[in-house]
């Protein structure tokens, strides 16, 4: 009885069964599997400043090829842009998240057999900075910086950054407003 591994191209022979009276040999052709999302991107959003993450995680025959393009342009790596590849995912990374990078993202892979497609839309937030006035207060005392906002409104709420920067560098905090609801002030009858 003879085994035959052929690769020829893109394909595979491999003898199923002999039989000692009769030798027959059935072949059964192994095509490539064509790529296939397990885990799809996901829409998203951010604020400008944000580190951000997409990733594509899939099956398919090897080897496979990765494109990673915002709004029809394909990307490529820079200081703001990295791209991970590994046998079964890629990742896109975006570090410090501007207006610009709003937009509809889309992975594409490809092997011998097929190419496939997953997209996701980005948004990414802009910064309103906050100057003291009639219905904001904004102080520093003592090294402690403190917002004020009268009267509050649902329409405050939302994420709040303080940012401090010195002559080493800046940092920020992050705070999350939740307004829950009006409240109704109590009135004594006198």
């Known amino acids: 009885m003879r085994f035959a591994v052929i690769?020829?191209?893109h394909w595979l022979l491999i003898p199923l069964w002999c039989c000692a009276a009769h030798c027959g040999l059935i072949y059964s052709l192994l095509l490539p599997e064509p790529p296939s999302f397990?885990?799809?991107?996901?829409?998203?959003?951010?604020?400008?400043?944000?580190?951000?993450s997409m990733k594509c995680v899939l099956s398919g025959s090897y080897p496979m090829?990765?494109?990673w393009i915002k709004d029809g342009c394909e990307l490529r790596e820079d200081e703001h842009v990295r791209m991970s590849f590994?046998?079964?995912?890629?990742?896109?990374?975006?570090?410090?998240a501007q207006l610009s990078d709003t937009g509809?993202?889309?992975?594409?892979?490809?092997?011998?057999?097929g190419t496939q497609r997953c997209a996701a839309v980005?948004?990414?937030?802009?910064?309103s900075h906050l100057t003291s006035g009639e219905n904001t207060i904004i102080t520093f005392v003592g090294g402690t910086a403190s917002l004020e906002l009268r009267p509050?409104?649902?329409?405050?709420?939302?994420d709040y950054l303080c940012k401090a920067t010195n002559a080493s560098g800046s940092d920020f905090c992050?705070?999350?407003?939740?307004?829950?609801?009006?409240?109704?002030?109590?009135?004594?009858?006198?």
């Open 38 to 52: 397990v885990q799809s991107l996901e829409d998203t959003s951010c604020m400008v400043g944000s580190e951000i």
């Open 86 to 96: 590994e046998a079964q995912s890629t990742e896109l990374h975006l570090k410090n």
């Open 122 to 127: 980005l948004t990414v937030s802009g910064l």
């Open 65 to 67: 090829t990765f494109i």
């Open 174 to 190: 992050k705070s999350k407003v939740t307004v829950k609801g009006k409240l109704t002030p109590l009135c004594h009858a006198g």
């Open 152 to 158: 509050v409104s649902e329409t405050d709420a939302g």
């Open 7 to 9: 690769f020829s191209a």
């Open 104 to 113: 509809t993202y889309v992975c594409e892979v490809q092997n011998t057999a």
